[in-house]
């Protein structure tokens, strides 16, 4: 994988990992102050939908998925899927800082563990070549860049 | 069984949808400008791709099969599960779409899964 192509990898990844995970947080944001769902009827469904349209941090949460859509798609049309999976799961790492941080949520230890897990598993994937299936440490030095900057994040 | 169907759909919708839309943009090749007139011209070319249809459909599927699933089954147990779609995606991209995966890659995906399971019990 040539320099450049590299810089283009990651420089999408992190788009991905932050509207994906800003868009969970929004979307939770916007669903929690329509409330919880009490019973399943059609009527209770209709409330539900116009609740969740006419709300602001859900339109918000859209847009910031539909972002994650297009870097998702544009980082596919040279990477490896089975690098940009994994990679992106970096988001579920930043799912509970965020939650902390935005929503003040309580994130227990268990969870952090997951974090940790999910850490090592991007920077393992992370040691591998973005493009042409994988086929060694291509991308050297800078490799460890997503995984690193989310972990540190995570750990801050 | 209603359960174990559901949690299939949503594993390979997610996935499937996933390795569609990865080969619709395979077929398109690479974006080489980022400029905003390149990046539309490339999005409308993406909406002519029948893959790029196929894997949106699959996501709806798997989208919607998971919010069904949800209004019988525990969060705590669909999200952990629906982690094995990364297992799915995994395989899904050495036998359907060809990359090679060495085993530093299946060690990475496997803790990641793993990782995603965890972070969604607790």
């Given amino acids: 994988m040539t320099r450049n192509l590299q810089w283009k990898t990651y420089g999408l990844l992190a788009p991905i990992v932050l509207f994906a995970s800003t868009g969970n947080v929004l979307l939770g944001k916007g669903m929690k102050q329509i409330g919880e769902i009490r019973e399943w009827s059609p009527a209770a469904f209709g409330s539900l939908f116009l609740g969740a349209f006419s709300n602001g941090w859900v339109w918000l949460g859209i847009g910031s998925l539909l972002l994650f859509l297009v870097s998702f798609m544009v980082v596919l049309s040279w990477a490896d899927y089975s690098f940009v999976m994994p990679v992106s799961a970096a988001s579920y790492a930043l799912v509970p800082l965020m939650s902390r941080w935005l929503l003040s949520e309580r994130v227990s230890s268990t969870r952090w563990a997951g974090v940790a897990l999910i850490c090592a598993g991007v920077a393992l994937v992370t040691r591998t070549s973005a493009t042409g299936g994988a086929t060694g440490r291509a991308t050297g030095g800078t490799s460890g860049g997503t995984g690193g900057v989310a972990c540190g994040e995570v750990v801050s | ?122």
């Fill in chain 2, 1 to 122: 069984m209603r359960t174990a169907l559901f949690l299939t759909l949503v594993v390979l919708g997610t996935s499937g949808g996933e390795l569609s839309v990865s080969r619709a943009m395979k077929q398109l090749g690479e974006l080489q400008h980022f400029s905003p007139r390149s990046l539309v011209n490339f999005l409308g070319r993406a909406l002519r791709v029948k893959w790029f249809w196929t894997g949106i459909a699959l996501l709806a599927l798997g989208f919607f099969s998971l919010l069904a699933l949800l209004t019988w089954a525990d969060v705590s147990f669909v999200i952990p599960a629906a982690a094995a779609s990364y297992v799915a995606g995994a395989l899904g991209a050495k036998f359907l779409l060809g990359e090679r995966l060495t085993p530093l890659r299946w060690a990475g995906i496997v803790l990641v899964a793993a990782g995603v399971a965890v972070v969604s019990i607790s």
